[in-house]
């Protein structure tokens, strides 16, 4: 069964202290690893997506990399203003449509000040 | 260029009654989503549409659901009957193509009394 999981569940920084949410994938035959995020109350919003192992991309204080089976999103000296919940989510095997997604429950990252 | 407009963004119905949840999408997207976000659950897909085409309905409950996407006018997605269990987030997200990135409303939170 295709599955996404994601790890912690919840996560609380410190202002300035840099950590690293998990996503790991079972789909084979992987058609791109997309990461969300979601602030409480509003729709999920586009972060980044991956397509073969090895590629990074970046986005002001996050970078996504992705491994043959798990995609990292790293989070460098993060503010307050980064706390939301991070949704990461793949196209089911075999669907060349990549809006139909199964994504995994979130981390929800709270950051202090 | 106004984003993906759902509505109403709340709506409070009694068991057995219909719930209708409406959809615009981004201008220039003819690619339409439906997902569902229930209380300590991740989003779960449930249908996809383009202009007067349903697409694949496959996360759709197979009774009381339906979905539209008419030539004119907004898409809907329809509960009829209503039970409790149908008390959720419903969110809708558009795209200019299959293989594009999801747009996402804010979402339409349904509570069925």
């Known amino acids: 069964e295709d599955q996404v999981t994601q790890s912690p569940e919840a996560l609380r920084l410190q202002e300035g202290e840099s950590s690293s949410l998990n996503c790991s994938y079972t789909?084979?035959?992987?058609?791109?690893l997309f990461w969300y995020r979601q602030d409480p109350g509003k729709g999920p919003e586009f972060l980044f997506t991956l397509y073969s192992a090895g590629e990074e991309k970046e986005k002001e204080r996050l970078k996504a990399t992705l491994t043959k089976k798990e995609s990292f999103l790293h989070i460098t000296a993060p503010k307050p203003e980064d706390s939301a919940t991070y949704l990461c989510a793949v196209p089911p095997r075999g669907s060349s449509n990549t809006g139909k997604l199964i994504f995994g429950q979130g981390t929800t990252l709270q950051v202090k000040p | 260029n106004a984003g993906v407009m759902q509505n109403p963004r709340h709506l409070v119905r009694r068991r057995g009654q219909e719930a209708r949840l409406r959809c615009s999408p981004m201008?220039?997207?003819?690619?339409v989503y439906w997902y569902r976000q229930l209380p300590e659950e991740g989003l779960k897909f449930m249908v996809y549409?383009?202009?007067?085409?349903?697409?694949?309905e496959s996360g759709m409950p197979k009774e009381r659901f339906s979905a539209e996407f008419p030539k004119e006018g907004p898409s809907i997605l329809r509960i009829q009957q209503v039970v409790r269990g149908d008390s959720a987030a419903y969110f809708c997200?558009?795209?200019?193509?299959?293989?594009?990135?999801?747009?996402f409303g804010e979402g339409s939170r349904l509570t069925v009394l």
């Open positions: 789909v084979s035959g992987l058609r791109g």
């Open positions: 997200a558009s795209s200019p193509a299959m293989d594009g990135e999801l747009f």
């Open positions: 549409l383009q202009k007067e085409n349903i697409i694949d």
């Open positions: 201008k220039g997207h003819s690619h």
